[in-house]
């Protein structure tokens, strides 16, 4: 009985060993990168067609205006 209980012991012992050591592997592997943009940056210039088919730009409103980005995904798509 002694020896079943050792052996299950080690047996548990060796599965959480291997266990950390591939969730380890996951992690660095399925990591996002690191942003390119930092909390302060100056947001990249960029245009985006907007509800009556113009464009605009960000650069249209530096100096004049705030603006915030806001990313919403699957917004107003049924998905």
């Not at 302060?40 to 650069?59: E, M």
Request: overall charge positive; proline content about 5%.
């Amino acid at each position: 009985m002694r020896k079943a209980a050792v052996l299950l012991l080690m047996i548990f012992a060796f599965a959480a060993q291997s266990s950390n050591s591939i969730w380890a592997q996951a992690d660095k592997k399925d990591a996002p990168p690191e942003p390119k943009i930092k909390v302060g940056d100056t947001f990249p210039d960029f245009t985006l067609i907007d509800q009556n088919r113009n464009k605009v730009s960000l650069h249209d409103f530096k100096g004049k205006k705030n603006v915030a980005l806001a990313f919403v995904v699957f917004a107003f798509t049924g998905g």
